[in-house]
């Protein structure tokens, strides 16, 4: 007798992403043999989460953005622990993990968020408001930190020059439509012109406007930077393996951690 | 007075892969605009680990086994848990972070292993070993499942060919020497002969020969193959984000788990 | 020259949970030797978090809180995931953060969230509502899965009563003020008249009125669960561990996922 | 039909650890409202673990055990990380899962590996080998860090005494056989000979001594430890939580870490 004669344990773990048979790999439809040495990594992962392969113009922007989010150094939390991790005697898997884990909200998130806020723009002016207007009352609306904009270390974030460019290379060529672009460039004005210090476009904000007009839902402008920023975890990781440190701690190990309360 | 007056701080977070100041965002001592829209993800993942930018038909050939490896399916553990992570609300860098820990050592660690195997056979060979037999006696000095050969699924690995195929071009126009390509077709020779069922390469195998091939250490064989299934982790945790399942367990909820004691 | 001179470094991981110096181990202010085999492991949680050691009535109720919630079976995907975790070559510590990690909003937050949820019915009393109102007025502000109450599996949680006796003992020896346990008899009782089918209090509403009770702040319901349930966490990894099983996958072998789309 | 006619699904989550029906839970066979208020925290770890009660004498050592290891100080990077963690914008769940995941060989392994010495140690000894020179042997055979001695902050860990007073007490009272306690103070006693300069026993050897007595066998030594850790690993995640800090890196903000190549 089948196990699985209803079917329904099949179906409990249903899904159009892959399919597998006894020599059979099927990525979205595609056998695996077709992609390998004929696909990008960027476009696999556009094929991989929407099921189609991108336009070569549109997996280059992709690609561009991936590139730009991958690493910002030790200070960065994720960074950090993932070196730290890589002392304790785990594998390479879990160092890369333990930075992952925390690309949350606050860390990660500012992407996702930043999407969020772009098509609140987007909504704002499809009813009536101009532009400018629209991108005044979605950052009054919204948090004190405006995610995408400035960086508490950065003047300007250098990588902001480069993906606007591209961004706008691509709506001047109809690679992409363009919407979230001006949207986010009206928020960057707004700011300037409403804050006492700038508040520039950040990595976070270039990269979400460049994911957005792609058409990537806001919850993958934090996806798409996992993958980016795994990059330099992985680097991190394995530089700090070949340092020899056991149990790196966050300071020099002469440093004790003070009292919080006097 | 400075905080750091002796260094001792900023060096205990010392890194050649990326280096930050003001307005400043070094990656490999590149300046990230100059890679912004002129590297591919492939040559910046190699940048980033190794240093310096590969040369682009290197480039391909990491390319193609990070494509390869990106995903087999919710009967793979990572992919079954970054799915049911994805459903118990925390966020998507969570879930992928949760698939990404557990490509331990049964489950991502074949390639290291087998990268392992393979040097071990050049080893016995550049000691005089004839091959053949270099294969055959460090096959039997290792573990019964000889990592990177044979699978409980595929009658024969589907992204094996497409995999060697590239290998052996690479070989044949000098992008890489061929030494463990040479290794690893005579274990699975080796093995043909020796087993009564057969053990051919599998995705794991294959990857390891290419990234010894190109040069990155064994324990890299694994960091890289997080990199490629985080890909598979991500695409299947959106897709399950879609299907609004709360707290998904393994099985349908009408199965309850069996005693294991009679 | 110190590393330190400004106490900086010391500062940025300032803490009073505990402190050491050579030969020295403070917790909360307390020499570790005289808190080994004199106090138990509540009321340690206890001081850990808060700072002061517990009286013994309400160490008590804590303990018990923390027991009842330590394992619900492989369906719970924290189970689950811990036991796929423990056969893929990590270790126990790996195979239980897998665990915890998923222990999310919606699979260890109800508690927290039943808290808030509780603090809206005494805020709504202490404006001036009668209880009875309170409870209908906060429930129907939230979501539609009211946390803390309602069980897709047990028509009455066996956890509840046990759990309930304790708490309604606690008040009447004055061990706890009672406040929230009325509120949440409160919502009960709101349920029971209001829905058309039972929504019996379950473990997570049962934990989360003796955590309020004791004084825990909301978000350490979902702390506490997280320090409960790893017990079982623990367990059912360890149980695996010993099956021999390697990369578990969610369904057996034999069982190939379907087609999400038809 | 059911879906699960040859209950193969149901045996593929096979457990003794719990069993649920509605209405119904059972942890090791006994129903959970008969241990809520009966069994201490301690006690319900072993029964979780072992599937029986334990004597209270025994219970109550393994508690002292458990309440040793709690917390070291943000200097462990698993108490930094999990600070860390708690400012990335995850939950509690996630943060403390972070902190977790770094118990690893280096880390939260050493309590594992002392038990595998002083099993080696008692089985020279049972093989004929005087304790001490098994001692030596066991030592000899080893690592250059001997598992469970030494501590790099600690001329003696404050954890030691106590704990080697319970046990010795255990001991003397037919609680625990005592082999294990004779095995490392035999180990103890001949660094003290053999090094030049002092490695006493550390909390990992005196914790480890304690499990192995009480019949965990060597991985659950790791096991209970993360337990253990989890109380400080909550402590400090929710004390951190307080700071208000977003995305807190390793050092001041102020020190930017160093070039690594001259």
Redesign the interface.
């Known amino acids: 007798?089948?196990?699985?004669?209803?079917?329904?344990?099949?179906?409990?773990?249903?899904?159009?992403?892959?399919?597998?048979?006894?020599?059979?790999?099927e990525?979205r439809g595609r056998?695996?043999?077709e992609?390998?040495?004929t696909?990008?990594?960027?476009s696999?992962?556009w094929l991989?989460?929407r099921g189609e392969l991108p336009e070569p113009a549109r997996a280059?922007l992709l690609?561009?953005a991936?590139?730009?989010g991958?690493?910002?150094?030790?200070?960065?939390?994720?960074i950090?622990?993932a070196?730290?991790?890589a002392?304790?005697?785990?594998?390479?898997?879990?160092a890369?993990?333990?930075g992952?884990?925390?690309?949350?909200?606050?860390?990660?998130?500012a992407g996702q968020q930043c999407v969020e806020l772009l098509d609140r723009v987007l909504l704002l002016e499809d009813e009536g408001a101009p532009l400018a207007e629209a991108a005044a009352r979605a950052v009054a609306e919204g948090p004190r930190y405006v995610p995408g904009f400035g960086h508490?270390?950065?003047?300007?974030?250098?990588?902001r020059?480069?993906?606007m460019?591209?961004a706008e290379r691509a709506a001047a060529d109809g690679v992409v439509a363009g919407r979230h672009l001006r949207a986010g460039l009206a928020v960057e004005a707004h700011l300037d012109a409403a804050r006492s210090s700038p508040v520039p476009m950040n990595i976070d904000g270039a990269t979400a406007i460049i994911y957005a007009e792609l058409g990537f839902p806001a919850?993958?402008a934090?996806?798409?930077f996992?993958?980016s920023r795994?990059?330099?975890i992985?680097?991190?990781?394995?530089?700090e393996?070949g340092q020899g440190t056991?149990?790196?701690?966050?300071?020099?190990?002469?440093?004790?951690?003070?009292?919080?309360?006097p």
Chains 1, 2, 3, 4 share one sequence.
Request: with cysteine.
């Open positions: 007798m089948t196990i699985d004669p209803t079917g329904a344990v099949a179906r409990w773990w249903a899904t159009d992403v892959s399919h597998m048979e006894p020599g059979v790999v990525l056998p695996v043999q992609l390998i040495g696909t990008g990594l960027a696999m992962i991989m989460i280059a690609e561009a991936l590139v730009a991958v690493d910002h150094g030790p200070q960065a939390p994720s950090a622990i070196r730290m991790a002392t304790c005697g785990v594998g390479l898997n879990s890369i993990a333990s992952v884990n925390v690309l949350g909200d606050a860390h990660g998130g508490r270390f950065h003047p300007r974030d250098p990588r020059d480069p993906l460019a591209l919850p993958l934090r996806g798409l996992v993958l795994s990059v330099g992985l680097a991190h990781a394995w530089e393996t056991r149990n790196k701690g966050p300071i020099p190990r002469a440093v004790l951690p003070a009292r919080l309360s």
